[in-house]
């Protein structure tokens, strides 16, 4: 396991990797202080889905509907249209009409700021959940994507089989201060140099701290 003072150097160069980049779409919607609406619909579209198709989706969908009334009112066809080519659009289409239904009817038109509640919301998942939490409410949360989940078991900070048990053992070893930024600070870092396939390790800013875990082959 990975010490504590090992933990913070990785968590001081990926700080320092990512100043002055651009970060992941939901991370800049919350940065422009966006409503917790806004950024819970926006973090649903995101999933597998690349960030520039994410915002210019978000942008089209918000200049047509702009709360969970008038998105609920629009036909499923036409939110399909609007969110297209985003990731598993029809899917997503659905459950956002069905959330956007819960907000109003469960929650008085406010979403959830808690992860019992967020949970219960159609196509909310544990990552969706703590990432709004993190996000839009300031609350310390650790989101758990798949750039998480790959890198934190590469690097040996933790050893798990998939996202949620990584949550549970992040939550035990990572200072709590660091919850809320462990997924902006990992993401970027996963889109650029600890990627799923041939990272580019010869560039990696952390790589003295690394195992390696599971890596063949690199760059």
Known sequence: ???????????EQLEKYIEGKEPPIVTQLAERKVSPFVLLISTLL????????????????????????????????????LIYPVGFYRTKA??????????????HGDVPDNL????SLAGVGRKTANLVLALA???????????????????GIVKTRNPEETELKLREILPQKHW???????????????????PLCRRCPIRVYCRQVGIKGFR
């Open 46 to 81: 995101s999933a597998r889905t690349k960030d520039e198709v994410t915002e210019a989706a978000v942008k089209r969908l918000f200049a047509r509907a702009s709360n969970p009334e008038e998105i609920l009112a629009l036909p499923i066809e036409e939110l399909e249209k």
């Open 1 to 11: 396991m990975m010490e504590n003072s090992t933990l913070e150097q990785v968590i």
């Open 180 to 198: 809320q930024r462990i997924n902006t600070l990992l993401v970027k870092f996963g889109q650029d140099i600890c990627r799923p396939l041939s």
């Open 94 to 107: 659905r459950n956002l009409h069905r959330a956007c239904a819960e907000i109003i009817n469960r929650f």
């Open 137 to 155: 409410f300031g609350k310390d949360a650790i989101c758990v994507d798949t750039h998480v989940h790959r890198i934190t078991n590469r690097l």
């Open 116 to 119: 019992e509640g967020l949970l």
